[in-house]
Nanobody
Framework: QVQLVESGGGSVQPGGSLRLSCGVS????????MGWYRQAPGNQRELVAR???????DYAESAKGRFTCSLGNAKNTVYLQMDSLKPEDTAVYYC???????????????WGQGTQVTVSS
């Protein structure tokens, strides 16, 4: 079994900052990438940022210059530092991981339970 656990969501005023954390655990043979998506009410889930293990990090245009996605030293943790937050950043933020489980035959994407981020004055 694989589990992703997120933390760090909450409410903040426009211009404020939040830091999200996500750890993945379980029968992991190899981890390929970890990242963050978000879903606002009435909208589809969209990519915020993703980091390839040992590779690059990609950002959505809306996140560039304001958000920083980084991997922990153990490479099974991913962080999302969000600065200069705007009301339109309000959404449920989901962590995901692309990995191969021990004894698994294919790569699969796993999701966390989501954490609410609300930006409002």
């Amino acid at each position: 079994q694989v589990q992703l656990v997120e933390s760090g969501g909450g409410s903040v005023q426009p211009g404020g900052s939040l830091r999200l954390s996500c750890g993945v655990s379980g029968s992991i043979f190899r981890l390929a990438e970890m990242g963050w998506y978000r879903q606002a009410p009435g909208n589809q889930r969209e990519l915020v940022a993703r980091s390839i293990i040992g590779g690059t990090t990609d950002y959505a245009e809306s996140a560039k210059g304001r958000f920083t996605c980084s991997l922990g030293n153990a490479k099974n943790t991913v962080y999302l530092q969000m600065d200069s937050l705007k009301p339109e950043d309000t959404a449920v933020y989901y962590c995901n991981a692309l990995l191969l489980t021990t004894g698994g035959a294919s790569w699969n994407t796993y999701w966390g339970q989501g954490t609410q981020v609300t930006v409002s004055s």
